[in-house]
């Protein structure tokens, strides 16, 4: 019997739960935490039904994806995809995503992005991975500063209400880095002050001000952990570091390393370039304790979202790509530092990749080089690869500093 699938209506939404649940393995949401997240563009939700019940689930989010350059382009944000393990290896997955990125092309959305719970998932369905993230952590008994703080401003922690004003124009500003995605106003109740922490944990926010006393960057964190033995050694973890100068993150960083009581601090959603080791006087003393995928994006219009962002040096290629559907583009690519102006072609390709590769280099976050010696491009002019290198590099590196 074939399955159903379809968008679900708001008297669905505790059943939807209750299969993301069993998807993932994990709780039941808990008492106090806000819908605003479940409960927005229950149109874009694609579940599947067996026989009338639901044993699977899916949705997209309309999100802005930053890239080079600064523009934001409109993309699906796939998030709760879940399959009950009654009905694993029986193509419900595939379904579920043939449906969302339909519905995306049907939006006019340049890609699908997403990221994953496990790394072996998403690159059949044609996504790469365009950012990468890195979890630092240090010592703050053993790690000094090279050089004091003399940046003019002053750090302050905030309550919720505060908070809750202040955070989102922050990080409006903050995400003019490519790979950021937008945070809509119901991701902020949810996520921010639901699914990331609770009342049982000690979360703090301080924000840092500017010589001129306005806000331009924050850290959220968690504090865990007791007295040994008479000792204090409390952990720090970041949730959330967000900034909008090389001077303010600084200033945070510092003030992490400055917190009383902890004997370690760690962040596990950092850039790949971030500084914090060009920061302190012996690099050994911070930690890499993880490096693995971030963002991944699948180039549902390869032609817009190319054309989208900006490029470090003018250049043209014609790059053929492929789809694991079969479905194949070629798009010649004219761009430099002011845009790019991209058309369909029937030249002969400089490049031909799949999808996930084009997905994979298309914010500047892999070299096209890389990507060639892994064997995930097919052809190559010569000479094709080192120029779209140069091209499509970006300053800083793409990151994709949030959750969703």
């Known amino acids: 019997m074939p399955f159903d699938i379809r968008a679900i209506e708001g008297a669905e939404l505790d059943t939807m739960l209750v299969v993301d649940q069993r998807g993932f393995g994990g709780p039941p949401p808990g008492a106090g935490v806000s819908r ?51 009905h694993r290896r029986r193509g419900i997955l595939t379904e579920m995503i ?29 996504y790469g991975i365009a950012t990468w ?18 940046d003019g401003g002053r ?29 809509p106003d119901f991701w902020w109740p949810a996520v921010f002050w639901g699914l990331a922490h609770g009342e049982d944990k000690a979360f703090f926010v301080a924000v840092h001000e500017d010589g001129r006393g306005e806000a331009d960057g924050y850290v959220a964190y968690e504090l865990s952990g007791e007295w040994n033995r008479g000792i204090a050694d409390k952990q720090l973890l970041v949730w959330d570091i967000q ?17 009383d009581l902890v004997g ?25 304790e993880f490096v693995n995928d971030g963002l991944w994006v699948l180039p549902l219009d390869p032609a817009a979202l190319l054309a989208s962002r900006s490029y470090a040096v003018a250049g043209a290629l014609a790059i053929e790509v492929h789809d694991p559907g079969g479905g194949r583009a070629r798009v010649e690519l004219q761009g430099n530092r002011e845009g790019a102006a991209v058309v369909r072609t029937t030249r002969s390709p400089d490049i031909v990749c799949g999808a996930a590769t084009l997905g994979a ?44």
Request: glycine share 8%.
């Open 133 to 150: 993230r890195q979890s630092l952590a240090g010592d703050p008994r053993t790690t000094r500063f090279t050089a004091p703080l003399d």
């Open 264 to 288: 370690s601090v760690a962040a596990t959603n950092v850039a790949i370039d971030d500084p914090l080791r060009l920061l302190v006087a012996d690099p050994r003393r911070i930690r890499t």
């Open 98 to 126: 043939g449906a969302l990125h339909e519905d995306a092309r049907e939006r006019g959305e340049a890609a699908s992005v997403l990221t994953a719970s496990e790394g072996a998932i998403y690159g059949r369905f044609g």
């Open 155 to 183: 750090m302050r922690l905030v309550e919720r209400a505060e908070a809750e004003k202040l955070l989102p124009a922050v990080y409006e500003r903050a995400r003019a880095r490519a790979g950021m995605v937008s945070r």
């Open 36 to 86: 605003s997240w479940a409960e927005a563009e229950l149109e874009r939700t694609r579940c599947v039904f067996d026989r009338g019940e639901m044993v699977a689930c899916s949705r997209a989010y309309s999100f802005e994806l930053t890239m080079p350059g600064g523009a934001r382009v409109p993309v699906a944000a796939v998030s709760a995809v879940a399959v009950q393990p009654t």
């Open 243 to 259: 900034s909008t100068s090389r001077e303010c993150h600084a200033a945070l960083w510092r003030y992490l390393f400055g917190v």
């Open 361 to 404: 280099c298309a914010l500047g976050g892999n070299r096209w080089t890389a990507m060639a010696a892994a064997g995930l491009v097919d052809e190559e002019r010569a000479g094709a690869l080192r120029d779209a290198d140069l091209m499509f590099s970006a300053t800083p590196q793409p990151a994709m500093l949030s959750y969703f």
